[in-house]
């Protein structure tokens, strides 16, 4: 249990500081129209995660390894049986979705796309 509250802490922490930009993440496949695997790095730790069956959705895998390369976490995602579970299902797959914007970067790129097709309007919505 007291690993279960620490992954949850980890993997809150790890969606604030993706949606404040202070993480990077990158993709780790070679198919970037796939929402598959992503990954990012941060003081002496290396995260992945993905959708295990490469479609974006559940089941997602997240791993934690140390600075020597040493996997040190691993949480899937998991049936329900409590409220701890659904948190943790919850909590994976808001993080592979925050990943996925960021390494794509799709945000500015529809930020972008607004400003382009708004000036083409000459009409701001």
């Known amino acids: 249990m007291v690993e279960d509250v620490r992954q949850l802490k980890i993997l809150r922490l790890l969606i604030s500081l993706t949606q404040a930009r202070k993480i990077e993440w990158e993709s780790a496949t070679n198919n ?13 730790a290396t995260f992945s995660i993905w959708s ?49 914007r960021n390494a794509t970067n799709i945000d500015a790129f529809l930020d972008h796309l607004i400003e382009e097709l708004e000036r083409e309007d000459g009409s701001p919505f």
Do not use: C, T, W
């Open 52 to 100: 295990k069956d490469g479609d974006g959705l559940h089941p997602y895998i997240f791993e934690m390894y140390n600075g020597e390369g040493d996997q040190v976490g691993l949480v899937r995602s998991r049936p329900v049986d409590s409220a701890v579970d659904q948190e943790m299902n919850d909590l994976i797959q808001e993080l592979h979705q925050a990943a996925h």
């Open 32 to 44: 970037r129209h796939v929402p598959g695997r992503y990954s990012a790095s941060i003081a002496d």
